[in-house]
């Protein structure tokens, strides 16, 4: 923004040899535009020759006049708010240093008592425009405005519809006025919390400071805390003060004041600050100064501010063995600064939002590097304060040089500057080789995922007295560490570097390996999404920062004795499924060798049966007649037994051949073959058609074989029989079916039908082996499917049983 040079009324610039000075007042007052230069006073200092036509005022009367004194508000109109809007823009300029565009006002002006005097209405469109002297402060304000009374006037006359417009752009201004109070108000009250901050953190540091630079040294494991302590205080000063400045400039009570100032043995000062930051990450650090002595008029407090957030985003964002360097000119009243590093550098698409408040080049959740995302925007703000520019430049994975040119004129001697130091000291902890572990320690194992490496350290000293501590410094390591090392517990961190600590729950939690071990978030996210999303993500348990060690120790212990119960618990069921595995391999294998030896004898007594019934015909009486027909039908049976023995014990063995089995053909087969061995029977069979399932055909076929058999032979007395097969579509899939009319059963009694040799009937009234049911069920369970009965007394019954569909492979064996 350029100064307003208006010479004093009454003088005139000394003419040039050969040239006529031009004069700027004359040539304002001449502009097409309607204008009125107002001093921060908002007293009239210029006036333009059309806003004086269009206002119907003298400028002799009016110049040096206070603006509300000239342009009063109509007092004939009760709604009238024109002094009251142009005054509330006035003061946001005069704060901000920044321009300010109004909506279109209603303000009317007064008649000269030569046009009958009162007022007359007028409608318009005012901007407010600062102009910066020399010093950055404000000089004037140009008051540019455009009478739209007649293009108003119009859009009122066009109908109801354009003066709904207008009304809505004064709600609109007026709910605009809401917002900038509610924003000062928010900007005063962040400013005092800062402020009120400043004095505790001092309370903190300076006793720490003083204990860790004291005699004799305390011990090294309470220094290691003092450290910790002392290093993140320092963190939340530098936040603080970031906050208060930006409150600061937002509230326009960020003043500049220009002093003489040796600005090269400044930047050597700060920048001595940042030396040893930098040799502890494994930094070069290079800074090259103009000669000393030469004293430029600059504000002080805001070219440090600028040049140590530059610094700290430098140090910050550049990795181990890396180079930080700064270079100062000075040069024709100006000050150039450059800072540049070997970082990380910036995505190029992200240049243009860079100096943004609060932005963060990485996502919240994943980012590598801590920081509020003001430092940037402060740079901005503060070089626009001192009436220069930034500029920066990067490339990713290559380093970034951000450089700021800012005037700087020649001033007198500048006073020694005494000691001082933006940067508090840090204390860096010492590095600790880990200890290898005890195979004998039987202390449970504890993986604590932190990025911050002090809060990491701390953290196993909390829990190191009770538990094995490992630690992983961001979400990926820890999730490898995990599966490799199999903790008993993980504490992670919410916001971490490659994997945040919700993405490292849904993993472990989808790891059949991790699945049960407990996840503890740690996070400074009190919010309800934030926590919901943890416990969607199956987070065990949340700890909040700031946390006290008791309390951790606490919920670790709990966490841990829960788990210990679990394991315990899930241990006792395996070995308990072992063993019952185990006895029924034992019982399958003992049933399968007992019907392999017996079927032998048996077969041997079914031959001698039918030959004593063959040769002993017509010579016994009735009596020994019906002893030799019963022994024939006794060893019919136990060879039948035996039979379903043998194949309920293969199916536990049997390989499974899996793949699409037409189920409605197998089923139209084995109907078929009940007929033919029972042409007596008239029963109306029903197959559904186009049914198939994956599986074992041989299997699926002994299911059908046993359903369907068994309501072919409990219909045998009903002279309307009915069997039924086909399937039906359920929220869980399809699910195939038999039904039958026949004798049905006590739907209390249903759970025991898929039990070996648990009858509902006598055998004398249907005949059976008692193991044709277990069978369906050992065959459905195999093949990946369910099984349920359904019935009732003289009502019929339906069996349901599912198979996996077509594309869906069986479970194993």
Same mark, same amino acid.
């Given at each position: 923004?350029?100064?307003?040079?208006?010479?004093?009324?009454?003088?005139?610039?000394?003419?040039?040899?050969?040239?006529?000075?031009?004069?700027?007042?004359?040539?304002?007052?001449?502009?097409?535009?309607?204008?009125?230069?107002?001093?921060?006073?908002?007293?009239?200092?210029?006036?333009?020759?059309?806003?004086?036509?269009?206002?119907?005022?003298?400028?002799?009367?009016?110049?040096?006049?206070?603006?509300?004194?000239?342009?009063?508000?109509?007092?004939?109109?009760?709604?009238?708010?024109?002094?009251?809007?142009?005054?509330?823009?006035?003061?946001?300029?005069?704060?901000?240093?920044?321009?300010?565009?109004?909506?279109?006002?209603?303000?009317?002006?007064?008649?000269?008592?030569?046009?009958?005097?009162?007022?007359?209405?007028?409608?318009?469109?005012?901007?407010?425009?600062?102009?910066?002297?020399?010093?950055?402060?404000?000089?004037?304000?140009?008051?540019?405005?455009?009478?739209?009374?007649?293009?108003?006037?119009?859009?009122?006359? +066009? &109908? /109801?519809?354009? =003066?709904?417009?207008? @009304? #809505?752009?004064?709600?609109?201004? %007026?709910? *605009?006025?809401?917002? $900038?109070?509610?924003?000062?108000?928010?900007?005063?009250?962040?400013?005092?919390?800062?402020?009120?901050?400043?004095?505790?953190?001092?309370?903190?540091?300076?006793?720490?400071?003083?204990?860790? +630079? &004291? /005699?004799?040294? =305390?011990?090294?494991? @309470? #220094?290691?805390?003092?450290?910790? %302590?002392? *290093?993140?205080?320092? $963190?939340?000063?530098?936040?603080?003060?970031?906050?208060?400045?930006?409150?600061?400039?937002?509230?326009?009570?960020?003043?500049?004041?220009?002093?003489?100032?040796?600005?090269?043995?400044?930047?050597?000062?700060?920048?001595?600050?940042?030396?040893?930051?930098?040799?502890?990450?494994?930094?070069?650090?290079?800074?090259?100064?103009?000669?000393?002595?030469?004293?430029?008029?600059?504000?002080?407090?805001?070219?440090?501010?600028?040049?140590?957030?530059?610094?700290?985003?430098?140090?910050?964002?550049?990795?181990?063995?890396?180079?930080?360097?700064?270079?100062?000119?000075?040069?024709?009243?100006?000050?150039?600064?450059?800072?540049?590093?070997?970082?990380?550098?910036?995505?190029?698409?992200?240049?243009?939002?860079?100096?943004?408040?609060?932005?963060?080049?990485?996502?919240?959740?994943?980012?590598?590097?801590?920081?509020?995302?003001?430092?940037?925007?402060?740079?901005?703000?503060?070089?626009?304060?001192?009436?220069?520019?930034?500029?920066?430049?990067?490339?990713?994975?290559?380093?970034?040089?951000?450089?700021?040119?800012?005037?700087?004129?020649?001033?007198?001697?500048?006073?020694?500057?005494?000691?001082?130091?933006?940067?508090?000291?840090?204390?860096?902890?010492?590095?600790?080789?880990?200890?290898?572990?005890?195979?004998?320690?039987?202390?449970?194992?504890?993986?604590?995922?932190?990025?911050?490496?002090?809060?990491?350290?701390?953290?196993?000293?909390?829990?190191?007295?009770?538990?094995?501590?490992?630690?992983?410094?961001?979400?990926?390591?820890?999730?490898?560490?995990?599966?490799?090392?199999?903790?008993?517990?993980?504490?992670?961190?919410?916001?971490?570097?490659?994997?945040?600590?919700?993405?490292?729950?849904?993993?472990?939690?989808?790891?059949?390996?991790?699945?049960?071990?407990?996840?503890?978030?740690?996070?400074?996210?009190?919010?309800?999404?934030?926590?919901?999303?943890?416990?969607?993500?199956?987070?065990?348990?949340?700890?909040?920062?700031?946390?006290?060690?008791?309390?951790?120790?606490?919920?670790?212990?709990?966490?841990?004795?829960?788990?210990?119960?679990?394991?315990?618990?899930?241990?006792?069921?395996?070995?308990?499924?072992?063993?019952?595995?185990?006895?029924?391999?034992?019982?399958?294998?003992?049933?399968?060798?007992?019907?392999?030896?017996?079927?032998?004898?048996?077969?041997?007594?079914?031959?001698?049966?039918?030959?004593?019934?063959?040769?002993?015909?017509?010579?016994?009486?009735?009596?020994?007649?019906?002893?030799?027909?019963?022994?024939?039908?006794?060893?019919?049976?136990?060879?039948?037994?035996?039979?379903?023995?043998?194949?309920?014990?293969?199916?536990?063995?049997?390989?499974?051949?899996?793949?699409?089995?037409?189920?409605?053909?197998?089923?139209?087969?084995?109907?078929?073959?009940?007929?033919?061995?029972?042409?007596?029977?008239?029963?109306?069979?029903?197959?559904?058609?186009?049914?198939?399932?994956?599986?074992?055909?041989?299997?699926?076929?002994?299911?059908?074989?046993?359903?369907?058999?068994?309501?072919?032979?409990?219909?045998?007395?009903?002279?309307?029989?009915?069997?039924?097969?086909?399937?039906?579509?359920?929220?869980?899939?399809?699910?195939?079916?038999?039904?039958?009319?026949?004798?049905?059963?006590?739907?209390?009694?249903?759970?025991?039908?898929?039990?070996?040799?648990?009858?509902?009937?006598?055998?004398?009234?249907?005949?059976?082996?008692?193991?044709?049911?277990?069978?369906?069920?050992?065959?459905?369970?195999?093949?990946?499917?369910?099984?349920?009965?359904?019935?009732?007394?003289?009502?019929?019954?339906?069996?349901?049983?599912?198979?996996?569909?077509?594309?869906?492979?069986?479970?194993?064996?």
């Amino acid at each position: 923004m350029a100064r307003f040079p208006g010479p004093e009324p009454g003088r005139e610039d000394p003419p040039r040899e050969h040239e006529t000075p031009p004069d700027f007042r004359a040539l304002f007052e001449a502009v097409p535009g309607l204008y009125l230069v107002l001093t921060p006073a908002l007293r009239i200092a210029a006036v333009s020759d059309a806003y004086l036509k269009a206002t119907k005022t003298v400028r002799e009367e009016i110049l040096g006049r206070p603006l509300f004194e000239v342009f009063p508000d109509n007092p004939d109109d009760p709604k009238a708010d024109g002094v009251g809007n142009l005054s509330a823009s006035l003061g946001r300029v005069l704060k901000t240093s920044a321009a300010d565009a109004m909506a279109v006002q209603k303000y009317d002006i007064r008649r000269p008592d030569s046009e009958g005097g009162g007022f007359e209405e007028r409608y318009w469109s005012p901007v407010n425009s600062p102009v910066l002297g020399e010093d950055g402060r404000i000089a004037y304000i140009i008051h540019r405005v455009e009478d739209v009374t007649e293009f108003t006037r119009l859009k009122q006359v +066009g &109908g /109801r519809q354009e =003066a709904e417009i207008f @009304q #809505r752009a004064q709600e609109l201004q %007026a709910v *605009n006025e809401r917002l $900038r109070e509610a924003h000062r108000v928010k900007d005063e009250f962040l400013a005092k919390v800062s402020h009120e901050l400043r004095t505790p953190l001092t309370l903190i540091l300076a006793p720490l400071e003083s204990v860790l +630079g &004291g /005699r004799p040294a =305390a011990p090294p494991a @309470q #220094r290691r805390l003092l450290e910790t %302590a002392h *290093n993140n205080a320092v $963190r939340l000063l530098q936040l603080v003060t970031g906050l208060l400045d930006l409150a600061k400039t937002d509230a326009g009570r960020m003043e500049v004041r220009a002093e003489p100032t040796d600005v090269a043995a400044l930047t050597r000062s700060v920048f001595d600050d940042f030396r040893t930051l930098a040799a502890q990450k494994g930094l070069k650090a290079s800074l090259s100064l103009p000669p000393p002595g030469s004293a430029v008029a600059l504000d002080r407090y805001l070219y440090e501010r600028v040049l140590f957030n530059l610094l700290s985003n430098a140090v910050k964002f550049t990795l181990p063995g890396g180079t930080v360097s700064a270079a100062l000119e000075l040069s024709g009243g100006r000050l150039r600064l450059r800072v540049a590093d070997t970082g990380v550098g910036i995505p190029r698409a992200q240049l243009g939002s860079l100096f943004q408040r609060f932005h963060q080049l990485e996502a919240a959740a994943t980012r590598r590097f801590e920081g509020a995302g003001l430092g940037l925007a402060l740079v901005k703000e503060f070089t626009g304060l001192l009436g220069g520019t930034v500029s920066a430049e990067s490339e990713e994975g290559r380093g970034s040089a951000f450089t700021v040119d800012v005037p700087a004129p020649a001033a007198a001697a500048a006073a020694p500057a005494g000691a001082r130091s933006l940067l508090p000291p840090r204390y860096g902890p010492a590095d600790e080789a880990r200890t290898p572990e005890d195979p004998a320690d039987a202390r449970p194992k504890v993986l604590v995922a932190e990025d911050n490496l002090e809060l990491s350290r701390y953290t196993q000293g909390v829990l190191g007295a009770s538990c094995r501590v490992r630690t992983a410094a961001d979400g990926e390591e820890a999730l490898g560490l995990a599966r490799s090392w199999d903790p008993d517990l993980v504490l992670a961190d919410v916001m971490m570097p490659r994997r945040d600590g919700f993405s490292l729950c849904r993993a472990l939690k989808a790891d059949p390996r991790t699945a049960e071990t407990p996840v503890v978030l740690l996070t400074a996210l009190t919010h309800r999404e934030a926590m919901m999303k943890g416990w969607e993500a199956g987070a065990d348990e949340y700890l909040l920062k700031p946390f006290h060690p008791e309390e951790l120790s606490a919920r670790v212990r709990a966490l841990l004795a829960r788990a210990l119960e679990r394991r315990r618990g899930r241990e006792a069921l395996r070995e308990a499924n072992a063993a019952l595995e185990a006895a029924n391999r034992n019982l399958e294998t003992f049933s399968f060798t007992v019907a392999h030896d017996l079927k032998a004898p048996v077969r041997h007594l079914s031959q001698f049966s039918r030959l004593l019934a063959e040769t002993s015909r017509g010579r016994l009486d009735e009596t020994g007649e019906d002893c030799v027909r019963r022994l024939e039908e006794a060893a019919g049976r136990v060879t039948a037994l035996i039979d379903a023995l043998l194949r309920f014990a293969r199916v536990g063995y049997a390989e499974l051949s899996p793949r699409t089995v037409d189920v409605s053909a197998l089923a139209e087969s084995v109907t078929a073959e009940l007929a033919l061995a029972a042409p007596e029977r008239a029963v109306e069979a029903v197959v559904q058609p186009g049914l198939s399932a994956q599986g074992d055909p041989t299997l699926v076929r002994q299911v059908l074989e046993n359903l369907l058999g068994n309501a072919w032979k409990f219909t045998g007395g009903r002279p309307d029989a009915r069997v039924e097969f086909g399937a039906s579509e359920t929220p869980d899939g399809r699910e195939f079916f038999v039904k039958d009319n026949g004798i049905g059963f006590d739907p209390g009694q249903a759970h025991r039908l898929f039990q070996p040799f648990q009858r509902q009937v006598t055998y004398a009234a249907f005949p059976g082996s008692g193991v044709g049911l277990a069978s369906v069920h050992r065959i459905i369970t195999r093949l990946g499917g369910r099984v349920r009965a359904e019935g009732a007394p003289e009502r019929g019954a339906a069996f349901f049983f599912t198979l996996p569909d077509p594309a869906i492979r069986p479970t194993a064996p």
